[in-house]
């Protein structure tokens, strides 16, 4: 019998919903490079259904309680008094999503001696200590693809959304006002502007072909460079670094993952190199962002509008700067967790435990790190080395959510 230890975000504030909007989801046969969705044996919930909170319990517990398996389902997970950090000693695995991360620092790793599979419900898996799960050769995987497209929605909305001055202009309208020319002195169009991805991976290269209809010019960097005929097809510029892409962007967006090579990599230097009022969008990690430096450019006006869903740590302090620096379109980590996202992703974890029990390979695209090295996608886009550093923080964040969602 194993336990698996699970840590999802609260249930809404009314409680678990017994209605939502819509019907049903769409179908999606594959993902745009062709690779399959999950293919678990079954699943025991409904696509459509919220699964990535605790009430949720990403459809697990039937499953896991009829092989005889133990499943902690916890929200309780910063701190050294949390759930998570008692329930962890003796857990075989963890699940944890990146909107609301259990931190797996070197420190609890070594609490957990059974700790074998750690498991991102998600794409992202910067919350665990990669070296320390290398050096102790636990397995790390995340469910590569689940979101990605979820994410570059979100990604064309806030680039949208800033340079349009779409909040501003919504909160004018819920005061009563009708200032035209208060919304209208700093809304743009974004036809003909020169937008840049930092990493043109599963996300990066569908926001990029998500914008192409817009005419406006492209940008890229990635450590890989895309095919030539993906470059030809949707007209793009590649870039050496970040640094040498930056300064030809009216619009940045960063979609590489968390790692020491991009931690902090939009510091008060690279943001300097930005055009003047140019918008920075990301929804990558807050930690590849200086939360001050980015606070600074917007006060200063060098940057015209940030917008993103990823903070550092997470959940944010409530007097993180980005929660009332100007013109920034934050939201919390949401874009990845959309309903829709949340279907493959409990039912690619499933795919991955039952991998995991009936001891099958877990599939290489799913892999970050594998038998005491990186592997599979974490081979290809993360560099060994720790991001979690600053973690404890989240335990700022106390109390229970009390803003209600209109
Ligand atoms: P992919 O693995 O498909 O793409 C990541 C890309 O980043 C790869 O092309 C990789 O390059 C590139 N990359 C890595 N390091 C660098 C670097 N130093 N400079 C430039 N490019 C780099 O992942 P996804 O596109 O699906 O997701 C990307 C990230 O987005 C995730 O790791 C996660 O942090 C975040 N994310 C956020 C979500 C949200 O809800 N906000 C949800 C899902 C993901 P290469 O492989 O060529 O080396």
């Known amino acids: 019998m194993a336990k698996v230890l699970c840590v999802l975000y609260d249930d809404p504030i009314d409680g678990y919903p017994t209605r939502y909007p819509r019907d049903n989801l769409p179908h999606i046969d594959r993902y745009p490079d062709g690779q399959t969705l999950p293919t678990p044996h079954a699943i025991d919930f409904q696509p459509g259904q919220l699964l990535g909170s605790v009430g949720g319990e990403l459809g697990l517990r039937k499953f896991l309680e009829d092989a005889g398996h133990q499943l902690v389902v916890t929200e309780d997970k910063d701190g050294p008094n949390s759930d998570f950090e008692r329930e962890l000693v003796d857990a075989d695995v963890v699940i944890s999503q990146p909107f609301w991360p259990a931190y797996l620092t070197a420190e609890r790793i070594a609490k957990a001696q059974n700790l074998k599979l750690a498991i991102t419900a998600g794409i992202g898996s910067d919350h665990v200590d990669l070296q320390a799960a290398i050096d102790r050769g636990i397995t790390v995987a995340e469910v590569t693809y689940c979101n990605s497209i979820s994410v570059a929605e979100h990604v064309v909305m806030m680039i949208l959304g800033l340079a349009r001055n779409y909040l501003q202009s919504w909160d004018l309208v819920k005061a009563g006002g009708w200032n035209i020319a208060d919304c209208a002195a700093r809304s743009y169009d974004i036809e003909g502007m020169h937008v840049g991805t930092v990493a043109a991976g599963r996300i990066g290269s569908a926001v990029l072909r998500r914008l192409k209809p817009f005419d406006v010019h492209l940008h890229y960097t990635d450590r890989h460079r895309l095919p030539a005929e993906v470059e030809q097809e949707l007209g793009l510029t590649w870039h ?126 799913y892999l970050i790190v594998d038998g005491g090295h990186l592997a599979g996608a974490g081979a290809h886009s993360y560099s060994e080395g720790n991001a979690t550093g600053g973690s404890e923080e989240a335990a700022r964040f106390k109390s229970k959510p009390t803003i209600p969602v209109q």
């Not at 740590?313 to 379109?329: L, S, T």
């Open 240 to 365: 050496e670094s970040a640094a040498d892409m930056v300064p030809h962007c009216d619009v940045v967006t960063i979609n590489c993952p968390l790692h020491p090579e991009t931690e902090n990599l939009f510091d008060a230097a690279m943001i300097a190199r930005m055009k003047r009022g140019a918008y920075l969008v990301n929804t990558a990690r807050g930690k590849i962002a200086d939360r001050n430096a980015v606070a600074d450019a917007l006060e200063s006006g060098q940057l015209a509008g940030y917008a993103g869903d990823v903070w550092f740590p997470q959940p944010a302090p409530r007097d993180h700067p980005w929660r009332n620096m100007p013109n920034h379109g934050m939201t919390p980590h949401i874009s990845g967790s959309t309903l829709s996202a949340q279907a493959r992703y409990a039912a690619g974890t499933r795919e991955i435990l039952e991998c995991f029990f009936e001891g099958r390979p877990i599939r290489d695209e």
